[in-house]
């Protein structure tokens, strides 16, 4: 059974998220968990490890099998062999549909506050980025459909990011339903970034988009990924799931000597996550929605001009520090006063420079001493 309490250096690993900041700051940023993998994931690249040669990587028909056997059993999605594409990332995914489906100054959908990949991604093809912010609603976050239409509208692409990050929203069926009828209605491609889709909380249930009918079925882009949910995202490994023959045909022919073949230990990892990791994944969403829990409760108690809405997924808060008026932000005065990195609003759009994005995907310990600096640097400023 794996110890999620483990406190494991990472700094010298080559680690993005501990060698961003200087070695006094607690990283608590970017979207990667600091738990160890599974031991079954370790082992299966061990195991491939003993045969010497390493050359290009290409799905095993084990693997194939093993999507579409859990599409079924979690969503009840009938996928075939040949609507899966693997991808060396979600990242790279959304921007082939993007490059491959539309025209330089075609429009682009996106729901803010959303993570900067999906918000920069319309701009690197030049495509005309659309917002329809998701609005605070009590305990959740809700849409207003009239401006989510009136936008869609003036788009070719609806680029869909489900569980949400960073609010950490799990969209519902009527929700899909609206969305996809509008989508229907106005033409529009759907390319939903679906990569947090099995780390969702109780009470709640991941959809995909492509599920909630036959037309949207044809007009969706599906990207998913084993990276978040079981802590790979080093092994650069994912997969779209395309039914429409013409738009994968498009989408495959949009690699254009960019996006090659998939990391050959990836794909090892991603057949060993699935096939017998899923022990390791609902002890480790155990310990992550108790942190969540944790979380909460300290925010009210500790932080009362702090306003957290719980994710309904991930492991990922999105705190609005508006009432502490901060200055010149709360990730700068964090970072400075509290040698805290997080994530600035402001990567999530233009308007949320009052919101810090904090991971609670680690120890206790460590989420713990995050807090801690947090309070001490508001006591001392």
Known sequence: MSDFDAVYERRGTGSSKWSKYPADVLPMWVADMDFAAAPEIIDAIRDRLDHPLLGYGVAKDELRDRVIVDMQEKYGWTVLPEHIVFLPGVEPGFNMALKAMLQPGDGVLVQTPVYRPILNAPGHWGLTRREAPLIPAGDRWAMNFDSFGAELAQTKAFLFC???NPTGKVFTRDE????????????????????????VFAGHRHIPIATISADAS???????????????????????IIADKTI??????????????????GLEATLA??????????DMLAYVEANREFLSREVARRFPGVTMIKPEASFLAWLDCTALNLQPDPHAFFLERGKVGFSAGSEFGEIYGHYIRLNFGCPRSILIEGLDRMQNALVNR
């Open 248 to 265: 994968r045909e498009k989408f495959v022919a949009s690699r254009l000597g960019m996006v090659d073949s998939v990391n050959v230990l």
């Open 176 to 199: 899909l339903t609206a969305m996809a009828d509008l989508c229907r209605k106005h033409d529009a491609l759907i390319i939903s970034d679906e990569i947090h889709c099995d780390l």
């Open 273 to 282: 996550a699935y096939a017998k990791a899923d022990r390791w994944k609902q």
């Open 162 to 164: 489900n569980p949400q």
């Open 218 to 240: 044809e007009r969706t882009i599906t990207l998913m990924a084993a990276s978040k949910s079981y802590n790979i995202a080093g092994m650069k490994t994912a997969f779209a």
